[in-house]
């Protein structure tokens, strides 16, 4: 077979030991290969018939932006995300996850065959360190701490003016 873009061969089929002709069907994509000796017509088809289904990993308990990533048959696909996806065709398939500092991670690796329908992998990491800092002691990212103590801090101002205006009208 020959790439038609690359005019390179990319594959041999054996369809016989005396071919006496070839022809191409374009409405359906096939080749035929007439065997003389044999009495016989091979029959190839010139159109790929893989599809690429989805599989997908799936973080849980990573600190928000932290940087994972997984290598699926020689893939590597890093995110912050929680989901990772990649699109494979049917077939074997080995993974790895990789470590992240501070964390535990549930499964470090893996296989499993992909046959028509959609993988999922979960994958959990778990803390191995105590916390250093007190937004990963909450686990909640660090803006949204700092937008709570700022609207306690105006509130409680709020009502400490407002008890001693009362307190000065009385």
Known sequence: MINGETNTVIDTIDVGATQFGVTFDPDNGYLYFANCYSGTV???????????????FTESLLFPGTSWFVVLNGVT??????????????GSYQYIVNSVSGYSVSPSSGSF???????????????????????????????????????????????????KRKFYRS
């Open 113 to 163: 065959i992909d046959n028509g329908y959609k993988q999922a992998v979960n994958v959990s990491f778990k803390h191995t360190n105590t916390p250093s800092t007190l937004f990963q002691i909450l686990g909640i990212d660090p803006f949204i701490l700092i937008g709570i103590v700022v609207a306690v801090e105006v509130i409680a101002y709020v009502v400490v003016v407002m008890r």
């Open 42 to 56: 091979s029959i190839i088809s010139s159109t790929s018939k893989t599809k690429d289904y989805p599989v997908k």
């Open 77 to 90: 696909q890093n995110f912050t995300d929680k989901i990772i996806t990649f699109f494979f065709p049917d």
